[in-house]
C-alpha cells in the first residue's frame, strides 16, 4: 500500500501490526508504533537527528558485555525501569485479598547491574564485609506480612558497593563475591547483619548513555544505599535499597530510584559495646528498618 | 527527589531533562520522556517483558557490523525510516518560494542499507549491468525543475540489486560494484542507461528484526526497485526508488517504501531493435521515469 502522507503511513503500520497473532504481542507493538511514531512527528525528527540515534543505539549495544549492560543503564537514566518497578508493585498489591492490606508492603526499587546470584549464606549477627573498605555499619530489624505479624525464615539476599562505593564486579580480577550475604529471619522475624555504610557512586559515563546523561546537565551519581530481595512462599518477592539519610545526591538520584519510605536515619556510636555485644574498637554506625511483604495473588 | 507514583515519576524525569542546555536536545529528550513513559504505563508492561525488550535491543546491536546495520532495518520495519523521509521532504517542499512549485517534486522514499558512495562515473546509455544476473532493461527519462524546465548536467547515482534480488554487498567476497554508476543528464535533461529489471527481494531474517517481523506474521520482502540519488547544486536532493509495477509485494513492502507516483510500467520488447538504436538479441523492457526537483532553501 502506498503512504500518501506521514499520518497515512502511521495508519498503514499500524494496520500491518494489527495483524500479529499473539494478543499481547499486537498491544505492544501497536502502542510502540503509536508513541515512535508521534515522538518522530512532534519533533519534526530530522534525517541527521535519526542518524545520530541509529548511532548511538549501535553504540549502546556495542558498549555491553558479560559484566555491563548499558541498555539497562540507559533505561535506568531515562526512568523506564523505576516505572516498571513501580507498576509492576502496584499491580502486585492490587492483587492482594481485601481487608488484609492493613499497611502497604515495602516500597521496590530499581534492581540495578550489580545483582550477583548465588551469595554465601550467613548466620545473623554476621559481619558479611571483612576486609572492605568503609565504615562499619549494623543492621537490624524486622520481616512481617502487611498485617503486622512477624515473618520467620523470610530470606533476605543483601548487596552493596563498599565505603567509597566500588561494587566488588567493578574491581579487575576480583573474582570473589564481597559485600554480599544470603539471611534468613529468625522465628521473630529478626534480621541483623554488619556491613559498611555505603558510599554514594556514579554510575559508568564511559560509554554513550553517559554522554547523554552529560547532554541533559544531570550528574551520574546515585546516593548510597545498600540492596536487598527480600523473599518468602505466598508473598510478593519485594527487590529494594535502603537509602541512607542526607547522603549527597539523595535528592537527585541519576536513575530515579529513591522512595522516601526506603531513607533511613544512619545513628552514629563511638567506639564500645554495640546492640548485638560487640565490643567496637572503632565508631560504627546502626541503621534499622522493617520489612513488610504482601500477599501473593492465588494462583 | 522521592517518586511517590508512576506520574510524578515521569514529572520528575522531565524536569530534569528539561535542564538540558542545548534547547534542541532539550526538546528531542522531553518528547522521548514522555512517549516511552505513556507507552511503558498504557501497556503496563511487566519486568519480564521490560528485560526482554533490553535483551532485544542488546541482540540488535550485536548484530550490527560494517555490512550489516540491524538498527536501521528496526527503523525500516517499524516505518519510522520513512516517516523521518516524508517529513523531510514536507519540510523541504515547504521551504520553495511561492509559486515556484507548479508540479511537486519527484516524491522520495528510504535508501535502505545498500547505498555505496563513489558508483563509476558512466557515459549516458551504458550497460551498467554487464555481467550481472537479470533481464535487461532500458531506462530512460528527464530531470526538469518543478516549473517542467529541462536541467542538464544532474547528477543520477543509481544501484539496484539483480534480477534475482542480489545486492552486489551482500555476495561473499565481491569486492567490485555491480549494476552501479553515476550519470549526468545532457543538454536536454535526459538521461538513458542500460540495467536489469529488478526483482523484489527479503531483508535479512536471522537477526532479531527477523523475529520481530515474523511476530507480527509479516512477509520479509520488497517489491522490485532500482535506487536513485539526484542532485544538482541549488536544488533539494532527493533520494528514492522507481519500482516495477506489478512487482510481487508491492501493495506490502515491509519497509513501507511504497509511494504511487514512483510505480512504473516496464513495457516488455521482444528481440530488435530498442529505443537507443541498440539491437537486442533478447526480450528486453523499456522503463521512462521522469525526476522533478525543488528548488533549495535560500541560506
Given amino acids: 500500500m502506498s503512504q500518501p502522507d506521514p499520518l497515512q503511513l502511521t495508519r498503514t503500520v499500524l494496520e500491518r501490526v494489527a495483524k500479529a497473532p499473539d494478543p499481547r504481542f499486537r498491544v505492544l507493538m501497536t502502542t510502540l508504533v503509536t508513541k515512535l511514531h508521534e515522538f518522530i512527528r512532534e519533533v519534526d525528527l530530522t534525517p541527521e537527528e535519526w542518524m545520530a540515534a541509529i548511532e548511538f543505539l549501535t553504540a549502546t549495544g556495542k558498549t555491553c558485555t558479560d559484566k555491563r549492560q548499558e541498555f539497562i543503564l540507559l533505561s535506568d537514566t531515562l526512568g523506564a525501569s523505576m516505572q516498571v518497578v513501580m507498576?509492576?508493585?502496584?499491580?502486585?498489591?492490587?492483587?492482594?485479598?481485601?481487608?488484609?492490606q492493613a499497611t502497604p508492603a515495602t516500597e521496590a526499587t530499581v534492581q540495578g547491574p550489580y545483582y550477583w546470584e548465588g551469595a554465601p549464606e550467613r548466620e545473623l549477627g554476621s559481619n558479611i564485609a571483612e576486609g572492605v573498605r568503609g565504615e562499619p555499619a549494623y543492621y537490624h530489624g524486622r520481616v512481617t506480612d502487611v498485617?503486622?505479624?512477624?515473618?520467620?525464615?523470610?530470606?533476605?539476599d543483601v548487596w552493596s558497593g563498599d565505603g567509597e562505593g566500588v561494587y566488588d564486579m567493578q574491581i579487575e580480577g576480583q573474582a570473589e563475591m564481597l559485600a554480599r550475604a544470603r539471611l534468613r529471619t529468625d522465628a521473630e522475624g529478626r534480621y541483623s547483619f554488619w556491613s559498611i555504610r555505603?558510599?554514594?557512586?556514579?554510575i559508568p559515563m564511559d560509554g554513550p548513555v553517559g554522554?547523554?546523561?552529560?547532554?541533559i546537565g544531570q550528574h551520574p551519581?546515585?546516593?548510597?544505599h545498600i540492596h536487598f530481595k527480600v523473599s518468602a512462599p505466598g508473598h510478593v518477592d519485594i527487590t529494594t535499597h535502603i537509602f541512607v539519610a542526607n547522603s549527597p545526591y539523595i535528592e537527585s538520584d541519576v536513575v530515579y530510584g529513591v522512595r522516601d519510605s526506603l531513607i533511613v536515619e544512619f545513628q552514629p556510636h563511638g567506639p564500645?559495646?554495640?546492640?548485638?555485644g560487640r565490643e567496637m574498637k572503632t565508631p560504627y554506625w546502626t541503621a534499622e528498618y522493617d520489612f513488610r511483604l504482601s500477599p501473593a495473588r492465588a494462583t
Fill in 211 to 215: 554522554r547523554m546523561v552529560s547532554g
Fill in 198 to 202: 555505603p558510599s554514594y557512586y556514579p
Fill in 221 to 224: 551519581n546515585r546516593p548510597g
Fill in 272 to 276: 564500645g559495646r554495640a546492640p548485638d
Fill in 87 to 100: 507498576l509492576a508493585q502496584a499491580r502486585a498489591s492490587a492483587a492482594a485479598p481485601d481487608g488484609m
Fill in 147 to 156: 498485617s503486622g505479624q512477624p515473618m520467620a525464615g523470610v530470606l533476605l
